[in-house]
């Protein structure tokens, strides 16, 4: 099962931009990238995913290298809500999994 | 209507009790899953239904169950647990069939100690 890389944790000011980045170098032709956030005390929840072109989306914008070997999430302007730990996440075309992988704990400073 | 509710927020129960956990959307989706969550630690994936089928079983003890009567319902059975099965369990839902890329929408989870 391909695997996901990522920063234990990171720091950012409030209102600036966060670029969170993960590696997934065994990533197949046919991976979805999903990322999700889980906020202390609550499920997760879905942020944004892509396949191979960048994405938009009210809460992030989702960055994908050429060889698709790594993203990027990207938060324009970090609020405290933003505090989560993220999951960069490959789903698999061929089953309906979802492999957490440790994720990176976003500190978020006023 | 986009939430998955969980049933109950908290359980304790001891190692010879039997109990449920339950997992309700009214979205339409036709995939459920079912996750196991320790502190600290990011979900593990338990069991996928599909279409009300069970289609993915990560090699999980028997003493969880999974039940899915109906497109909107599925229930974990729980048996004989041990004291390290206690974590969070999350259930979610997304739309239906494998490959299917489209997003997972969680629950909040039942919070499990088993004494």
């Known amino acids: 099962d391909a695997k996901t890389t990522q920063p234990n944790s990171m720091e950012s000011n409030e209102e600036e931009p966060v670029h969170l980045p993960c590696n997934h170098s065994t990533i197949s032709g046919t991976d979805y990238i999903h990322w999700y956030r889980q906020l202390p005390s609550q499920g997760p929840e879905y942020v944004i995913h892509g396949l191979t072109s960048n994405v938009n989306n009210r809460m992030a914008s989702l960055a994908i290298a050429e060889d698709r070997k790594s993203s990027t999430l990207i938060l324009h302007r970090a609020t405290l809500r933003d505090a989560a730990v993220y999951y960069c996440i490959l789903l698999s075309y061929n089953f309906n999994k979802f492999y957490f992988g440790s994720g990176t704990k976003l500190n978020v400073k006023p | 209507d986009t939430e998955v509710t969980q049933t109950p927020k908290h359980l304790v129960m001891g190692m010879t009790n039997k109990k449920s956990l339950k997992c309700e959307q009214h979205m339409g989706h036709r995939a459920m899953y079912w996750y196991k969550q320790k502190a600290k630690k990011p979900p593990e994936l338990m069991f996928v239904y599909s279409y009300e089928k069970l289609s993915i079983n990560e090699s999980v003890p028997s003493r969880f169950s999974p039940e899915c009567p109906n497109s909107s319902l599925l229930n974990l059975h729980l048996h004989a647990l041990q004291p390290e099965d206690s974590a969070l369990y999350l259930c979610?839902?997304?739309?239906?069939?494998?490959?299917?890329?489209?997003?997972?929408?969680f629950g909040p989870g039942t919070r499990l100690t088993v004494t």
């Open positions: 979610a839902s997304s739309l239906p069939g494998q490959g299917s890329p489209y997003e997972q929408y």
